[in-house]
Nanobody, 114 residues
């Protein structure tokens, strides 16, 4: 299984970015896909996840600003990030969990700075 992220970059405070993640390989359609992030010197933390049942979970720090979407059956997940803040600067990782295993993408850098 391989996860490929895209969409990171440099954006000014208050701006927006959209991250995409495509998973390929033999993947159980019953899965949870989502995004985690890791800032320098900090632990990796959950940003948002979406299960194949449609339920979503967001970190408190991004509620109302970020939206996760996608199609778990097609192994695609997106993260729309609005009203970005410098504190959102981190490497963002796509994550896929099935009934048997978990997988990570290589990460994409998001930098929020003026």
């Amino acid at each position: 299984v391989q996860l490929v992220e895209s969409g990171g970059g440099l954006v000014q405070p208050g701006g927006s970015l959209r991250l995409s993640c495509a998973a390929s390989g033999n993947i159980d359609s019953r899965n949870t896909m989502g995004w985690y992030r890791q800032a320098p010197g900090k632990k990796r933390e959950l940003v948002a996840i979406k299960s194949s049942t449609g339920s979503t979970t967001y970190a408190d720090s991004v509620k109302g600003r970020f939206t996760i979407s996608g199609d778990n059956a097609k192994n695609m997940v997106y993260l729309q990030m609005n009203s970005l803040e410098p504190e959102d600067t981190a490497v963002y990782y796509c994550n896929l969990i099935t009934r048997w295993s978990g997988y990570w993408g290589q990460g994409t850098q998001v930098t929020v700075s003026s």
